[in-house]
């Protein structure tokens, strides 16, 4: 997934977005409704963007109603419908694809353990302390997420080569830990700078030890950002394909899976299973929106 | 965005205060890691650039050397993929800031009073990251191919010639990059448009300007960070893909750009020295852009 690592930084500023959204800021919207002539130009912009939304949706479209369909081998020209292929998903080819499919959520799941847990450190030490050489830090951390995917990808393969280490599901991991690191950091520190000091001042004044104040206060209170930026370094692993496929060698992840199929024709199985994850992080961010605006109206009540 | 928030640091109200030992230990882990495997992977490409070919004659066996002539060689061999990644990397940058921008301030301007709206339409806005990248590549190769209806239709009405063919041009390229980094364009312009404080905009009419000058001198520089941000955030990527230019999606022969031939030399050809110069000049090429634009867009506090 090309441009993930940088499409990062984008849910990333949506989670930091959600974070620090007040209802402050809006104010000045609010007041700038003045009385104006209803002409052409007020539905040129909403016309427009409903064609835009659609448009951007129409691969997704594509690809969903095409899990339905009965191919028999390469998935491109419509046979008929059937719900066979999500029944049956793994056996196909002897589940190459959900072999595929499992190896991509292991490595999903340990990077991100990884790379959060590393990044979070990193974002509190960003915020909360003094330290030498803070410029080149910050510079370190900026520059994986300004380098091109495939130069991460080769840089990499090419030092695994130098030092002799054969590629596997470890080097992918560790491929993908750094390139998620940064992410984390700028998604964490957004919600630590937002947090308030006298909160953890309380903790020490009420005799708690530096390792209860930040598991009972700091800790929860970073719950949130940890959380999305956790979720934001899983989304970046699962759908990398540049990177892993310079350090994977023959392990297949599902990117990977797709990438060698497309040249004899993908099985309508790897649509199941696109289909299916994008249902699932689909409902997981419209779930969030709802109850982020539930809560933005709650508290425009209670102000 | 990503490349703001790494300027906020210094300047925040509750600046670093302490130094201890607590932030050796927090930053040590994750830079080590950053150290290790993004800065040493670098150093590694840059050292297997210069290699020349084992004397024995092995294929895929380098010895370190100092062999400048790879940069020559790769330029002079490789400099129509360099311009075309270049160019077509600027040309979706351009489509997709078109393509956004009103869509952007659709979002973030005009649907301000009804903010779940907003949070649906957002959610659209990134619908396509949460399906396969390569996925929704395929899907507009199948949708554009030429048995496909809007081409064939394109064609039954003399829109197209008969014998013309859209996937495996450089249209399809340029098509299925900007498609693919819309997201990236959008958000970042989403993110400073919905602050764009409207009384700016009320005041530049209120001394009679045209709404079009209103645009220019004064919603187009209130913006001018997401616009960097944005362009920059599908620039790069864009530059360094080889998914969409790959004869598999949506390229041919002629659309091979610098991804596809790091890639072939890095995997197929096991030509590494060739890969290693590629991808240096591609970093250095993309560090010195991205600077010199940030400097000339006068927002160098983004990065």
Not at chain 1, 15 to 21: P, V, Y
Not at chain 2, 33 to 52: D, E, K, N, R
Not at chain 2, 132 to 143: D, G, M, N, P, V
Request: hydrophobic share 55%.
């Amino acid at each position: 997934m090309s441009g993930e690592v940088q499409a990062g930084a984008v849910l990333g500023g949506l989670a930091e977005e959600q974070q620090l959204d007040g209802g402050p800021r809006r104010a000045g919207g609010r007041r700038g409704a003045r009385p104006r002539r209803i002409g052409l130009g007020d539905w040129l912009l909403p016309a427009y963007a409903v064609i835009a939304l659609v448009f951007l949706l129409i691969p997704i479209v594509y690809t969903f109603v095409f899990s339905f369909n009965d191919s028999i081998k390469s998935n491109i020209s419509w046979r008929g419908f059937t719900f066979d292929k999500w029944l049956n998903v793994c056996n196909v080819e002897g589940g190459a694809v959900c072999e595929a499919f499992g190896n991509s959520i292991v490595i999903g799941l340990v990077s991100t353990l990884i790379a959060t847990t590393l990044g979070t450190m990193i974002a509190i030490a960003i915020v909360r302390y003094r330290f030498r050489a803070r410029s080149a830090i910050s510079l370190l951390l900026f520059l994986p997420m300004a380098t091109p995917e495939v130069v991460l990808g080769a840089g990499l393969a090419a030092q695994f080569l130098a030092v002799g280490v054969p590629k596997d599901m470890l080097t992918i991991i560790l491929a993908h830990t750094m390139f998620c690191i940064s992410f984390v950091v700028v998604t964490v520190k957004a919600r630590v700078a937002s947090l308030d000091p006298a909160l953890e001042e309380a903790g020490r004044d009420l005799y708690g030890s530096p390792s209860q104040v930040f598991w009972r206060v700091t800790f929860p209170l970073l719950t949130p950002g940890i959380l999305a930026a956790a979720l934001l370094s899983f989304a970046l692993s699962f759908d990398d394909f540049i990177i892993t496929n310079f350090n994977s060698g023959s392990v297949s992840t599902f990117p990977k899976y797709v990438y060698i199929s497309a040249s004899r024709g993908i099985p309508a199985e790897a649509n199941v299973i696109a289909s299916a994850v994008f249902l699932f992080a689909i409902v997981l961010v419209i779930a969030a929106q709802v109850s982020r605006a539930a809560r933005a109206k709650r508290l425009a009540k209670l102000g | 965005m990503a490349f703001a928030a790494f300027a906020t640091t210094e300047a925040q109200p509750q600046a670093p205060r302490r130094r201890s030992r607590i932030a050796l230990f927090l930053l040590l882990p994750g830079i080590a890691y950053l150290i290790l495997f993004f800065l040493a992977p670098l150093v590694s490409l840059l050292l297997t650039s210069l290699q020349q070919p084992n004397e024995f004659g092995d294929i895929g066996v380098y010895d370190y050397g100092f062999n400048w002539q790879n940069y020559v060689d790769v330029v002079s061999v490789y400099w129509e993929h360099i311009v075309r990644s270049f160019g077509y990397a600027l040309v979706a940058t351009v489509l997709a800031l078109a393509f956004s921008y009103p869509l952007a301030y659709f979002i973030g301007v005009t649907a301000r009073r009804w903010p779940l709206l907003q949070g649906l339409m957002l959610v659209l806005v990134i619908a396509p990251f949460f399906i396969s990248f390569l996925l929704r590549t395929l899907a507009w190769k199948q949708i554009l191919s030429d048995e496909s209806f809007i081409i064939t239709s394109l064609k039954a009405l003399s829109l197209l010639a008969p014998d013309a063919h859209f996937t495996g041009t450089p249209f399809a390229v340029i098509f299925g990059l900007t498609y693919n980094f819309i997201p990236f364009m959008t958000l970042p312009l989403y993110t400073t448009l919905e602050r764009l404080d409207l009384r700016y905009l009320e005041a530049g009419s209120d001394l009679y300007a045209s709404p079009f000058t209103v645009f220019r001198k004064v919603t187009v520089p209130l913006s001018m960070p997401g616009i960097v941000a944005g362009t920059l955030l599908t620039f790069i990527p864009a530059a360094g893909d080889y998914i969409n230019a790959s004869r598999d999606f949506l390229g041919g022969p002629d659309t091979q750009m610098m991804g596809n031939v790091i890639e072939a030399n890095f995997l197929v050809t096991l030509n590494y020295p060739a890969a290693a110069a590629l991808s240096i000049i591609l970093m250095a090429a993309i560090l010195v852009i991205v600077g010199v634009y940030v400097k000339r867009s006068g927002t160098e506090d983004l990065l």
